[in-house]
């Protein structure tokens, strides 16, 4: 173990989104937790050091006693994580009767017994409201019952350079009496919000039901050029199966556009408002789920092809980079992306922990990355050019005031 790293566990990990995030930030993972297999061989398989053997399966198997034990250490600087967000949404369970939603008490049990400085805690928004604000509320008392003061903010991905519309409760768990650097702004402030087409634009067509493994054009963006990084072999990048039909049905409907463009005589006859509509390739994606490659789920057509997302470009739309491959089968591979937290923003968390819980400076290389975090829009050869102008000095961060 490197000891001049901060330390983390991730629970409830998922594909490894948030561990993606930290690692890059500078973070040395020492034990995580997933119980879906196929998620926990896309978390092992993507990370030399570690096999799924080495991964908790069952939180709920491991007694508070063991913890210690079961994560290999008496303490770390932080836990990471976040139950399954099913569990929290407004659709789904708005009264918190979920069983998943308590799955929250062994999150508290492992910070209790690691004894961390902090706790970061994230999941969908619509846990701020479940029955009626009371969960949230009992998650505070849980914290501030084991000593540690709370604080939340609603995030949205796109201020974080990530091509997508994506809003996220953030918890915050820290030991001492505020933070160190309460700083003005939490948000990246991106010179210029990420679209869609700033994410995928450099992925080859792909037809419905084929499959393309070889990239066709260089990078347009610096956010295209940072995820796929040094990969040869495009992975994932497999189009979802769409009859005749739907085919003809989805051609009619613009750029960014809905349904409604669609002939009378070709209408769905069900579906939501805002299903069987395409991404707008001008502006981030609406937030990406399991559902990425069915025309009949909620915007998430290709902004100019026939067809559902591939995992791949969903992936891209999280900020996974392209090196990172995802396992099982194309429903598991589409759930465990769409169920990940953005590593962009993950990354962009902990370099704000460094400095308002761990006191931390951060690396010129951190700086650098925030730079190019901010900048994912601009082509490579503006970026090269202004780069001297793209303040990344101080990486801006906040959940509000701190009572």
Same mark, same amino acid.
């Given at each position: ?50 096999? +799924? &053997?080495?991964?908790?399966?069952? @939180?709920? %198997? !491991? ?5 210690? *034990? =079961? ?121 210029? +919000? &990420?679209?869609?087409?700033?994410? @995928?634009? %450099? !992925? ?5 039901? *084929? =499959? ?192």
């Amino acid at each position: 173990m490197d000891e001049s790293k901060l330390t983390y566990v991730d629970l409830f990990a998922g594909a490894g989104g948030l561990s993606v995030g930290f690692e890059n930030a500078g973070y040395e993972l020492v034990h995580a937790v997933e119980i879906d297999e196929d998620a926990r061989e896309t978390f092992a398989a993507n990370r030399n050091s570690i096999s +799924t &053997a080495d991964l908790t399966g069952d @939180i709920r %198997d !491991v007694e508070s006693d063991d913890i210690t *034990e =079961e994560a290999g250490t008496e303490s770390v600087d932080l836990v990471a994580g976040g139950p399954p967000c099913q569990g929290f949404s407004e659709v789904v369970s708005p009264d918190g009767s979920d069983e998943r939603n308590h799955l929250f008490t062994h999150f508290i049990d492992w910070v209790d017994k690691l004894s961390p400085k902090a706790a970061l805690f994230e999941n969908v928004r619509g846990m701020e409201n479940t029955a009626d604000g009371k969960f949230l509320d009992a998650v505070k008392k849980s914290f501030g019952s084991i000593g540690y003061n709370v604080t939340t903010r609603i995030v949205t991905s796109a201020d974080f350079g990530v091509p997508q519309h994506r809003r996220r409760l953030v918890v915050l768990a820290y030991k001492q009496p505020r933070l160190t650097h309460p700083l003005e702004g939490f948000e990246l402030d991106p010179v210029e +919000t &990420a679209s869609v087409m700033d994410g @995928i634009g %450099d !992925v080859p067509n792909v037809a419905p039901g *084929e =499959e393309i493994t070889e990239y066709d054009q260089t990078p347009e963006t610096v956010l295209q050029g940072d995820l796929r990084g040094d990969s040869e072999t495009l992975t994932g990048h497999e189009a979802a199966r769409h009859s005749d039909e739907m085919v003809e049905m989805i051609s009619h409907i613009p750029d960014g556009g809905n349904r409604t463009a669609i002939p009378d005589e070709l209408q769905p006859s069900s579906g939501y408002h805002n299903s069987y509509s395409r991404l707008d390739s001008t502006e981030p994606a609406v937030a990406i789920t399991s559902n990425m490659s069915k025309p009949s789920s909620a915007r998430c057509i290709h902004p100019f092809e026939d067809r559902g997302l591939t995992p791949r470009e969903g992936a891209r739309l999280q900020t996974f980079p392209d090196e990172y491959e995802f396992h099982g089968g194309l429903v598991a591979r589409r759930q465990q992306i769409g169920n990940a937290v953005p590593p962009y923003l993950a990354e962009a968390l902990g370099y704000y922990l460094k400095q308002a819980v761990f006191d931390v400076e951060l690396s010129e290389r951190d700086h650098e990355r925030i730079q190019l975090m901010r900048s994912g829009a601009m082509a490579p050869s503006e970026f090269r050019n202004r780069k001297s102008e793209i303040s990344g000095p101080k990486q801006q961060a906040t959940f509000g005031k701190i009572k």
